[in-house]
């Protein structure tokens, strides 16, 4: 501790000697190469020396003044080449964003309907990925897999190129004026026109949950970011799905991006008898342990626990498989792994991105930016590490092509296979 004292005390009295960009690049590369403690193998110290020698050429003109402007390009660059997505820059519009999604409030800022959708090879028409809970897509029932045909009688086939396409939609929205949507949707390619407005809603996600005409209940958690909703959300859910008789669970974290520890953990325990993560960090200097059982949650950090009921607490008991994908990233794998590892559901995809046994920790910069790291190395309850990535049980690639010209979700098919039902239209 000694050491790391003076080597900050060293670096911060050096720190007002330098141009901004240099005092931005300096606080950056010091992080990186004291609390990286992630996959890659690279020397950090040659990594941010190398780059210290571009950030020279690039201020050279302007030495003393060059801005963090300058900086932060060479900065992501830095970070890129340790190719962890764990470990990455954020503006501090990003940051920003963040924070709000953290709080559970993270407003639009413009008209929305709360879509993604994304080009289909060979068309104009547009594929809908995902959907926000709540948004007016949601509401007016638009759902994953439906294709956009044509925006207020336009076909977008007629548009030039899959840009204008994109464009004429979110114009079409951002008029404030009804939006009539023709959507083609299922197997059966059944066409619709669904009339919808844009508003500025929240961006932030939560658990959703949809039972099915076939008593199938399928549980969606996007990410884990909104501080002290999330895990609760879910146990809500699995209560619901419950009361309402649900004959058995699909619980869909395709493009789960992860988020908050403590909300993955009080997820995991709506689906494990003992939801467990225990972290280190490079040093081995901090560990933290969060164990939930019974419906109590206990977090100890360096031999000092701390504990608290979970008077919301459900636990899903009937057939169970979940659903991933390669944009299933951090928490989403966290939770994935677990089930598998206890043996409560096969996962049901492809392999998943693969940050699965780091957490990040972001570190706030001079610019009003910040930089997130991988900090922690993740371990099961008996110290075997968590899994780089969740690995399925039973493979189903999605195919964009295939869901835009069929309707077919395949891996929800063969999810609903595992769970021994046929599949029905939803």
Same mark, same amino acid.
Request: hydrophobic letters at 40%.
């Given at each position: 501790?000694?050491?790391?004292?003076?080597?900050?005390?060293?670096?911060? %009295?050096?720190?007002?000697?330098?141009?901004?960009?240099?005092? #931005?690049?300096?606080?950056?590369?010091?992080?990186?190469? &004291?609390?990286?403690?992630?996959?890659?193998?690279?020397?950090?110290?040659?990594?941010?020396?190398?780059?210290?020698?571009?950030?020279?050429? =690039?201020?050279?003109?302007?030495?003393?003044?060059?801005?963090?402007?300058?900086?932060?390009?060479?900065?992501?660059?830095?970070?890129?080449? +340790?190719?962890?997505?764990?470990?990455?820059?954020?503006?501090?519009?990003?940051?920003?964003?963040?924070?709000?999604?953290?709080?559970?409030? =993270?407003? $639009?800022?413009?008209?929305?309907?709360?879509?993604?959708?994304?080009?289909?090879?060979? $068309?104009?028409?547009?594929?809908?990925?995902?959907?926000?809970?709540?948004?007016?897509?949601?509401?007016?029932? #638009? =759902?994953?897999?439906?294709?956009?045909?044509?925006?207020?009688?336009?076909?977008?086939?007629?548009?030039?190129?899959?840009?204008?396409?994109?464009?004429?939609?979110?114009?079409?929205?951002?008029?404030?004026?009804?939006?009539?949507?023709?959507?083609?949707?299922?197997?059966?390619?059944?066409?619709?026109?669904?009339?919808?407005?844009?508003?500025?809603?929240?961006?932030?996600? &939560?658990?959703? #949950?949809?039972?099915?005409?076939?008593?199938?209940?399928?549980?969606?958690?996007?990410? &884990? *970011?909104?501080?002290?909703?999330?895990?609760?959300?879910?146990?809500? +859910?699995?209560?619901?799905?419950?009361?309402?008789?649900?004959?058995?669970?699909?619980?869909?974290?395709?493009?789960?991006?992860?988020?908050?520890?403590?909300?993955?953990?009080?997820?995991?325990? %709506?689906?494990?008898?003992?939801?467990?993560?225990?972290?280190? *960090?490079?040093?081995?200097?901090?560990?933290?342990?969060?164990?939930?059982?019974?419906?109590?949650?206990?977090?100890?950090?360096?031999?000092?626990?701390?504990?608290?009921?979970?008077?919301?607490?459900?636990?899903?008991?009937?057939?169970?498989?979940?659903?991933?994908?390669? /944009?299933?990233?951090?928490?989403?794998?966290?939770?994935?792994?677990?089930?598998?590892?206890?043996?409560?559901?096969?996962?049901?995809?492809?392999?998943?991105?693969?940050?699965?046994?780091?957490?990040?920790?972001?570190?706030?910069?001079? /610019?009003?930016?910040?930089?997130?790291?991988?900090?922690?190395?993740?371990?099961?309850?008996?110290?075997?590490?968590?899994?780089?990535?969740?690995?399925?049980?039973?493979?189903?690639?999605?195919?964009?092509?295939?869901?835009?010209?069929?309707?077919?979700?395949?891996?929800?098919?063969? =999810?609903?296979?595992?769970?021994?039902?046929?599949?029905?239209?939803?």
């Amino acid at each position: 501790m000694r050491k790391f004292l003076a080597v900050l005390a060293l670096w911060a %009295a050096s720190f007002s000697l330098a141009s901004p960009a240099q005092d #931005l690049f300096d606080q950056a590369s010091f992080y990186v190469e &004291f609390y990286y403690n992630g996959p890659a193998r690279l020397n950090l110290k040659e990594l941010t020396t190398r780059y210290q020698l571009e950030l020279d050429q =690039a201020c050279a003109p302007q030495k003393d003044t060059c801005p963090y402007d300058q900086a932060v390009p060479i900065i992501q660059r830095m970070i890129e080449e +340790l190719k962890d997505n764990h470990t990455y820059y954020l503006s501090p519009e990003a940051l920003r964003s963040t924070r709000e999604s953290r709080q559970g409030n =993270a407003p $639009s800022r413009a008209l929305r309907i709360g879509i993604t959708h994304v080009a289909i090879p060979g $068309s104009r028409d547009r594929l809908i990925v995902d959907v926000v809970e709540g948004g007016p897509a949601d509401e007016a029932g #638009l =759902a994953y897999g439906d294709r956009i045909i044509a925006v207020n009688g336009r076909l977008l086939n007629d548009l030039p190129d899959e840009n204008q396409a994109a464009q004429f939609l979110v114009q079409a929205v951002q008029t404030g004026r009804p939006v009539v949507l023709t959507i083609l949707r299922g197997p059966e390619r059944q066409r619709l026109e669904i009339t919808l407005t844009g508003r500025e809603i929240n961006l932030a996600r &939560f658990p959703s #949950l949809k039972i099915r005409p076939d008593g199938v209940a399928v549980l969606r958690i996007p990410d &884990f *970011d909104a501080q002290g909703q999330v895990g609760r959300k879910v146990h809500e +859910l699995v209560r619901e799905a419950q009361q309402k008789g649900a004959r058995a669970m699909i619980l869909d974290l395709r493009g789960n991006s992860g988020g908050l520890l403590n909300e993955m953990i009080i997820s995991a325990a %709506a689906f494990l008898d003992e939801a467990y993560v225990a972290l280190a *960090d490079r040093y081995q200097t901090e560990r933290t342990e969060f164990r939930v059982r019974d419906g109590r949650i206990t977090i100890t950090r360096n031999g000092q626990s701390e504990s608290a009921n979970l008077p919301f607490s459900a636990r899903w008991r009937g057939p169970l498989a979940v659903l991933i994908d390669s /944009n299933t990233a951090s928490g989403g794998e966290y939770l994935a792994s677990a089930i598998q590892r206890a043996r409560v559901a096969p996962l049901v995809g492809v392999p998943t991105l693969g940050i699965g046994n780091t957490t990040t920790r972001p570190f706030n910069l001079i /610019n009003g930016g910040a930089i997130s790291i991988s900090y922690n190395r993740a371990y099961f309850a008996d110290g075997t590490p968590y899994p780089e990535r969740a690995t399925p049980d039973i493979v189903a690639e999605t195919s964009i092509e295939q869901l835009a010209n069929t309707g077919r979700d395949l891996p929800f098919e063969k =999810a609903l296979e595992a769970l021994g039902i046929k599949s029905a239209s939803r």
